[in-house]
Every structure is written in C-alpha cells, then in structure tokens.
C-alpha cells in the first residue's frame, strides 16, 4: 500500500487549499479515499440520527503534477484514509508560496500523511517545511460504510418546479423569508414536471440554521454551478458543482 503525490502549479495549489479548508470547516473527523483517478473526502455520520453527510469528489489530474499508489490489492486499488481535515489545512496553509509540495504516505511511529513543502530560498540550498499527519488506515471490511450517499427522490429549504424558493428564518418574535424567483431547475425536475406533477406545489424541510450557517460559511469551492434538492420534510441536499470539484452536503430535516 503506497501513495506519494506532487503539486506544482501554484493555481491548482490554491485550489486545494482552498478544497482542504472547506473540508476542515465542514467536518472534523473525515475519510479520505484515494483511487488511482479521484480523491474523495467523505462525511458519513447517520443522517437518519441528526447527522450530516458529506461527499467531495476531485478528480487527481486537475490538481497534481505527479500520482502514483498502490491499494490494498491488484483487485481493491484503493486506499481508505481517517484524518483530521483540520490538521492537512494548516499544513497547506505553510505552502501559500510554496515551489513544490510533496504529499506521501508514511509510517512513523503510526501511519501519517506526510506532507512536505518546499519554500523559496535566497541560498542554493532549499527549504523544506515536513508536516507529519497521523492518519488511520481504515480496512477493508469497512469500506463499504463510505459509499457515496444515495438520496431518495426529491422534489424539487421550500421550492416547486416553477424554479421559485422560499427561504424562512423564524423565531418566537419574527418570521422572515426571503424569495427567490426565476431559478433553473435541474434536468431531473423537468422529468418530474413531465409526469403530470403539480409545478406550483411547495416541497419544504425545516432544519437546524447553525448546520446550514456552516456549510455556507465554510465552502471555499468557488462553485460554477450550486444546486438545492429537498426531500419533503426529510433533507435538504446541496451540490456545488465545480469544473475540478464537486460537493455534496446533505442536512436532516428537524422532526
């Protein structure tokens, strides 16, 4: 089981930085699964018991210079990872100027993620600044508790097929809501309309503002595209689509 990788373009840099940082604000704990084409930063607490669930997917070509691993088997090529995101975060964030950075899975003392960022230097010699991440190898049994999330059909915080929602803040004193209106609907809303579904009927789900308040204050994707799909009373869902990334999130309803 091997895994060593290299940035150098500054932008795609950036933009893992700006991904690892989402990450860490999302999510305390994380699984990080490596494949030979993607990376995937996963959040599966229960959404069933309140939870929230995450699914970020990265495709390795569109950040990293040099990839290489080895999985578990010829047949299972993947590694599974447990990390703190917050811990890879302040490791990137030494790297802001950084000539090279080298990302490696190692073993000292426990499994770490090491990462190594080469500074600029006024002298031939280089600067190197070595971050030891400890990391948890999750086994392969396990592995299928880190699919990604299927989502029930949803219709379309309140929103119909007219592409309008309704945002609601309310408190024992007040009751704001703030709408919106000539919103696109995603192709599955349209195969929805088609089957003689009422276009006007509002699907809603109340839920907690300080898990919505995060997600929001936390992404630093900088999404092209953002989506919001509702399963009546049950969870809200969000996709931020980037051309390099994409973000699931998926909120409870409050009961």
């Not at 490791?91 to 770490?112: G, M, R």
Request: include cysteine.
């Amino acid at each position: 089981m091997r895994f060593r990788a290299k940035i150098v373009d500054l932008g795609c840099l950036n933009h893992f930085t700006r991904v690892s940082n989402t990450i860490s604000k999302l999510a305390k704990t994380c699984t990080l699964r490596l494949s030979p084409d993607k990376l995937y930063f996963i959040l599966s607490d229960k959404v069933a018991n309140g939870g929230v669930s995450m699914w970020c997917e990265l495709g390795q070509g569109n950040f990293f210079d040099e990839f290489q691993m080895e999985g578990v088997a010829a047949d299972h090529n993947e590694i599974y990872l447990e990390l703190t995101p917050e811990n890879l975060s302040r490791a990137l964030k030494t790297a802001q100027n950084a000539k090279t950075v080298k990302i490696k899975l190692t073993n000292k003392h426990c499994p770490c993620l090491t990462v190594a960022v080469e500074l600029p230097s006024l002298s031939s010699s280089s600067r190197i600044v070595t971050h030891d991440i400890p990391v948890g190898v999750i086994p392969r049994k396990l592995w299928t508790d880190f699919r990604e999330p299927t989502v029930p059909d949803f219709d379309i915080i309140e929103a119909n097929l007219k592409g309008e929602m309704n945002l609601k803040i309310e408190t024992d004193l007040v009751c704001i809501t703030t709408h919106f209106k000539d919103l696109g609907n995603p192709p599955w809303a349209s195969e929805d309309a088609s089957q003689d579904r009422d276009s006007e009927n509002m699907a809603e789900a109340r839920i907690d503002i300080k898990k919505l308040l995060q997600f929001l204050a936390g992404q630093q994707v900088n999404p092209t595209k953002a989506l919001c799909n509702i399963v009546h009373n049950r969870i809200v869902h969000f996709i931020l689509l980037h051309e390099d990334v994409s973000l699931q999130y998926f909120i409870p309803a409050l009961s």
